[in-house]
């Protein structure tokens, strides 16, 4: 240390300017490197959310939509509303199956929401079937109905978990980028700061 601020005391004042700026542009590069690929960071990590996000409305409204069709079909069992019920259960289907299911990518939360949807819908599907075949005449027919209706509350009551979810994971994420971009201009201004503090006038004792 003592070489450097000896080797520093023998510079001319220009070339000690031309130095600083030398360091001030480096630093300033590397900080606006830094900005730059957090930036970009930062709108891969928010657009996969919001894309996240816009899956699980839609899974929402698919299972209204299945679940609206369904008490049409089995109050009146024409070919139109069975063709609509069996095309809201072909857009759930295919809804559940677009569902980000990667524990290392959406988090423990809501990997183990998606797992509740994903096997819940199963489950759903079995009973759903069940009361589709029977006859309104059927002794259990009622109670297996209601069970049918207590399971579509439950997967959209797991939908809209999934969107609550997804929405704090937003907020944590957008808070810590703006806490890191927030100090990064004081980060900047203490080097500087120390670089401009470097000695040029030797002591004397």
Known sequence: M???KKL????SLRKKITIIIAWVTLIMTIFGGAIIALTYSS?????????NNAIYQELQEVLKREKDTFLAYIRNRTNENKL???TACQ????CIKTLPFDYYEIGEERYARTWNVVNGY???QRKRDMVIEKSAFDEDYIKQQYEVFEMQDNLSTYALRLVQVTQVQWNE???EKIEFLQIMPLLIMIVIYLLTRLPDKPKFN
Do not use: T
């Open 8 to 11: 520093w005391l023998q510079y």
């Open 43 to 51: 709108l891969k990590e928010f657009e996969m959310i919001m894309n």
């Open 2 to 4: 003592q070489k450097i």
């Open 91 to 94: 857009e759930s289907v295919k």
């Open 173 to 175: 994420a957008y808070q």
């Open 84 to 86: 609509a019920y069996e």
């Open 122 to 124: 199963e489950g759903y």
